[in-house]
C-alpha cells in the first residue's frame, strides 16, 4: 500500500482486515479439568443419622458409566469415616478431555440416596468447592424466629 491515504482509496488492495477473534490458545491455559471429587458427609455422621460406607456402597451400584448401573469404568468409590471421595478417569470427548463422572451427577446421585433413607426434609447438598460437595442440615434458626 502506498504511504499516503488518498493513493490507499485508488488501490483495491489496501483493504483493512479486522482481526482473528481470540483462540483458546491465544487467551492462555486452558482450565484444568478436576477428575477427584469429595463428599463431605461429616455433620450427619457426626450425628449417627448418615453411615459413609453404606452411601459409598449405593454409589458404587448406581453410578452409570456407558449407560450401564454398576458399570463403574475405571470409577473408584473410596469411603473415610466423614466422607467418600470418588475419582474419575478422563476419557476424550470432542477432543476434549472429560470425566466420565461428573460433579453434577454426583449432587443427583447424593439427593437421591438422601431421600430414599427418607432424610430430604433435614439435609441438603451444597457445594463446598470446585471439586466438592458437603452434606449440611437445614438451618432450623430462621424458621423458628419466623414463628414467634
Known amino acids: 500500500c502506498p504511504p499516503s491515504p ?3 482509496e485508488a488501490v483495491p488492495c ?3 482486515v479486522p482481526p482473528p477473534p481470540f483462540t483458546m490458545a491465544a487467551r492462555g491455559k486452558a482450565a484444568k479439568r478436576n477428575n477427584t471429587f469429595t463428599i463431605d458427609c461429616s455433620a450427619p455422621v457426626d450425628r449417627t443419622i448418615l ?3 453404606e452411601f459409598a456402597d449405593f454409589l458404587k451400584n448406581t453410578i452409570k458409566v456407558g449407560n450401564k448401573t454398576g458399570n463403574l469404568g475405571g470409577v473408584t468409590v473410596e ?3 466423614t466422607g467418600v471421595v470418588v475419582q474419575s478417569p478422563l476419557v476424550t470427548k470432542d477432543n476434549a478431555a472429560v470425566a466420565q463422572v461428573s460433579k453434577r451427577y454426583l449432587r443427583y446421585l447424593t439427593k437421591k440416596y438422601i431421600a430414599k433413607e427418607g432424610l430430604r426434609e433435614y439435609l441438603r447438598v451444597m457445594t463446598a468447592g470446585p471439586d466438592a460437595y458437603k452434606i449440611t442440615f437445614f438451618s432450623l ?3 423458628e424466629s419466623e414463628e414467634e
Open 51 to 53: 453411615v459413609a460406607s
Open 6 to 8: 488518498s493513493s490507499c
Open 14 to 16: 489496501c483493504v483493512q
Open 79 to 81: 469411603h473415610s469415616d
Open 141 to 143: 434458626d430462621d424458621d
